[in-house]
Structure formats: structure tokens, C-alpha cells
């Protein structure tokens, strides 16, 4: 498999350090990747608008339409949530600002070879989970369903529905039994009732999180410093 790589910084020595560190991690780890550099944030949008990348290397600080807007742009303008985005910048104070654009990660310059790294290691761990599979039974039919589409569960009585980026299905299940199977992933027993998909997650607060569609799914009180710790260890 080829991943696709985009790197945005308006510093050109600084795009051409990150590309040479990026073919070295590919020389060690026996892992292909094409990356396209580019120095805009106009430049990218526009580049995406035909082109497929499964990572975004994306400094903040960009002259005109700055590293937020280009996220924001990605996620809301061309409705792509599957490409993840890592922040470059010299600065720290952009962490609630990037929180709606779900970055898989927030570097700080200097950028080195082992922080490269670290974001790769991260892109391959989600991919292997985007490839899982989650096998249930509707009536008398078995269904397979990439995790990646599964937006949460939820259960009423001894049914779940579990609602995807397509349709809604209802089984018989406990939650438990369900969740037994998607540690790996990144999903979270929020309340008895409810499992999510974080990465549908748009906002979250300490008592609720708020999906893309608008839905608003509550987070127990028994469940609430987990769910933070979690978050924060998905965002680190």
C-alpha cells in the first residue's frame, strides 16, 4: 500500500526537511509513501479538491488563509473526515481552536526525524483499525461493516441500534458484549446506553459530546474522568 502524504509550510527549507525526514522513515520502516510539498494554504485546498491524501503534515502560521481555515476548509467545505491532519507550528495556544478539526496530532517546532515518526506510527495504527471489521446479525441476515462507518451505538431494552454514515441497524446485543470488540478502535462507553465513534465526535464537553450531525449524547457521571483521560490520550 502507498499512503499519500501533503506537506503545507510556507518556509520552503522547512517542507524540504520534513519530505528528506519522511523518506528516511520510509527507507527504515520498509513503508511506500508519496508526499507533495506545498507552500499555501490556497495551494492545498485547491490541490484537494481532486486529490486523496491519507495524511496532512499542516504548519498553523501560513500567510492569508492560515493552517485553522485550511482544516476547517478539509473538514466542513469538502466534507472529508478520513484524511488526518497533523499541526505544525511555533507556538502552543491553538489547542481549543483546533479541537472541531479532530488533528491527529500538535507538533511544535523544531520538527525532528523522531516526531515525524511518532505521526506516522499514529497514521498506521488508525489505518489498521479503519480495516476491522464488525460482524452482527439483523433477523436471519450477518452483516459485516467496516468500523470506520459505525457512528455509535445505542441500546433501549434488551435492542441496539447502531447507526452508521449510511444506515441504522437494530440487533440484539449488550453494550458490553459490543465494546469487548472495539477496545482497539477509537470508541467510547460514554454511558450505559451509548458507545461512539470519537472520531464523529465534533465537540466535547465534560458532560456530553456532540456529534458532526448535531446529535448530543450524554457522558455518565460515573464515566466522566475516564472519558477525559481517553480523549486526551487520543489527541496526544
Same mark, same amino acid.
Given at each position: 500500500?502507498?499512503?499519500?502524504?501533503?506537506?503545507?509550510?510556507?518556509?520552503?527549507?522547512?517542507?524540504?526537511?520534513?519530505?528528506?525526514?519522511?523518506?528516511?522513515?520510509?527507507?527504515?520502516?520498509?513503508?511506500?509513501?508519496?508526499?507533495?510539498?506545498?507552500?499555501?494554504?490556497?495551494?492545498?485546498?485547491?490541490?484537494?479538491?481532486?486529490?486523496?491524501?491519507?495524511?496532512?503534515?499542516?504548519?498553523?502560521?501560513?500567510?492569508?488563509?492560515?493552517?485553522?481555515?485550511?482544516?476547517?476548509?478539509?473538514?466542513?467545505?469538502?466534507?472529508?473526515?478520513?484524511?488526518?491532519?497533523?499541526?505544525?507550528?511555533?507556538?502552543?495556544?491553538?489547542?481549543?481552536?483546533?479541537?472541531?478539526?479532530?488533528?491527529?496530532?500538535?507538533?511544535?517546532?523544531?520538527?525532528?526525524?523522531?516526531?515525524?515518526?511518532?505521526?506516522?506510527? @499514529?497514521?498506521?495504527?488508525?489505518?489498521?483499525?479503519?480495516?476491522?471489521?464488525?460482524?452482527? @446479525?439483523?433477523?436471519?441476515?450477518?452483516?459485516?461493516?467496516?468500523?470506520?462507518?459505525?457512528?455509535?451505538?445505542?441500546?433501549?431494552?434488551?435492542?441496539?441500534?447502531?447507526?452508521?454514515?449510511?444506515?441504522?441497524?437494530?440487533?440484539?446485543?449488550?453494550?458490553?458484549?459490543?465494546?469487548?470488540?472495539?477496545?482497539?478502535?477509537?470508541?467510547?462507553?460514554?454511558?450505559?446506553?451509548?458507545?461512539?465513534?470519537?472520531?464523529?465526535?465534533?465537540?466535547?464537553?465534560?458532560?456530553?459530546?456532540?456529534?458532526?450531525?448535531?446529535?448530543?449524547?450524554?457522558?455518565?457521571?460515573?464515566?466522566?474522568?475516564?472519558?477525559?483521560?481517553?480523549?486526551?490520550?487520543?489527541?496526544?
Amino acid at each position: 500500500m502507498i499512503y499519500k502524504i501533503a506537506v503545507c509550510d510556507d518556509e520552503r527549507i522547512i517542507c524540504r526537511a520534513i519530505y528528506d525526514m519522511i523518506k528516511v522513515v520510509s527507507e527504515q520502516n520498509d513503508i511506500r509513501f508519496e508526499t507533495d510539498c506545498f507552500t499555501t494554504g490556497e495551494e492545498l485546498c485547491e490541490e484537494m479538491k481532486s486529490s486523496a491524501y491519507d495524511l496532512v503534515i499542516l504548519d498553523i502560521e501560513l500567510p492569508k488563509m492560515n493552517g485553522v481555515a485550511v482544516g476547517k476548509y478539509i473538514r466542513e467545505k469538502l466534507n472529508n473526515e478520513t484524511v488526518q491532519i497533523a499541526y505544525i507550528s511555533s507556538k502552543q495556544q491553538y489547542a481549543m481552536e483546533l479541537f472541531e478539526i479532530r488533528p491527529i496530532n500538535f507538533l511544535i517546532k523544531p520538527i525532528t526525524k523522531e516526531k515525524i515518526q511518532a505521526i506516522i506510527d @499514529k497514521l498506521l495504527k488508525l489505518n489498521s483499525v479503519d480495516t476491522q471489521i464488525f460482524k452482527f @446479525k439483523v433477523g436471519q441476515e450477518y452483516i459485516k461493516l467496516p468500523m470506520s462507518q459505525i457512528v455509535y451505538f445505542s441500546s433501549s431494552g434488551r435492542t441496539v441500534t447502531l447507526v452508521s454514515n449510511e444506515n441504522n441497524y437494530v440487533f440484539y446485543r449488550t453494550l458490553d458484549d459490543i465494546y469487548g470488540g472495539l477496545k482497539t478502535g477509537h470508541f467510547l462507553y460514554i454511558h450505559k446506553s451509548f458507545i461512539v465513534n470519537y472520531r464523529y465526535v465534533r465537540q466535547y464537553e465534560y458532560e456530553q459530546v456532540t456529534l458532526l450531525d448535531g446529535t448530543v449524547l450524554p457522558i455518565s457521571q460515573p464515566r466522566r474522568k475516564l472519558i477525559r483521560k481517553m480523549i486526551l490520550e487520543m489527541e496526544g
